[in-house]
């Protein structure tokens, strides 16, 4: 399958610290996505992004489609505690989706 | 309006059991999915149903089988259960498989002894 990996694997920080996560490819996607899972539910899915070079925001939340169509990173500014979760990248092409290993983010009140 | 609804929400099986995992979406969408999640690997693509009637083989589908019951309900059935298969099991579902969002269930804790 296509291996999508993700860095860093874990992140600890201090509330109101910036927080910044990156995914890459060996394979283009068409879409790239980034999902936030909290402890014992499914993934959610935060933003989206549909064309090379594209920045989105969200909130607090940025993230920004390579030009390469190779990579992903996500910024959340201004961390507070419910931002603690997992979240995983996600590269869509043809019929399936691929995930990312996943960035544990903890964060220190 | 509940999304995507997985039963059960904890399973724990003896090796060589059988159970069938269920999944239910009430958004009207096109496509299904099941996921398996185990710890640092991400989601892995078992099976997905582009529309009522089909069904393909994802990245991880041996031990498993599927059935699109109907355009709301997609199972997966784990004919004879193998440690291998403990896993977190998550189902989603899209419009079509040319969707871009997928949502997902609040998946299946599945151990298998």
């Known amino acids: 399958g296509q291996q999508l990996n993700q860095s860093p694997q874990s992140m600890f920080i201090q509330e109101g610290e910036d927080v910044s996560m990156n995914c890459t490819s060996s394979?283009?996607?068409?879409?790239w996505l980034w999902y936030k899972q909290d402890p014992g539910e499914g993934p959610v899915l935060l933003i989206a992004l549909y064309k090379a070079g594209e920045l989105t925001s969200n909130g607090r939340l940025t993230a920004q489609f390579g030009i390469t169509r190779k990579d992903s990173f996500l910024n959340i500014s201004a961390s507070i505690p419910s931002d603690v979760g997992i979240y995983f990248c996600?590269?869509?092409?043809?019929?399936?989706?691929?995930f990312g290993t996943g960035t544990s983010l903890t964060v220190i009140p | 309006n509940a999304g995507v609804t997985q039963t059960p929400k904890f399973q724990v099986l003896k090796t060589g059991q059988s159970m069938t995992l269920q999944c239910a979406q009430d958004?009207?969408?096109?496509?299904m999915y099941w996921y398996r999640q185990d710890p640092g690997m991400g989601l892995r693509l078992i099976y997905y149903?582009?529309?009522?009637?089909?069904?393909d083989k994802g990245e991880v589908p041996n031990g498993y089988n599927v059935s699109r019951l109907n355009k709301r309900e997609f199972s997966l059935r784990l004919e004879s259960a193998a440690p291998s298969q403990t896993s977190v099991y998550f189902c989603?579902?899209?419009?079509?498989?040319?969707?871009?969002?997928?949502?997902f269930g609040p998946g299946t804790r599945l151990t298998v002894l």
């Open positions: 958004m009207n969408h096109n496509s």
């Open positions: 996600a590269g869509h092409t043809g019929n399936q989706f691929y």
């Open positions: 394979s283009i996607f068409n879409t």
């Open positions: 989603a579902s899209s419009e079509m498989t040319s969707s871009d969002t997928q949502y």
């Open positions: 149903s582009a529309s009522e009637g089909t069904t």
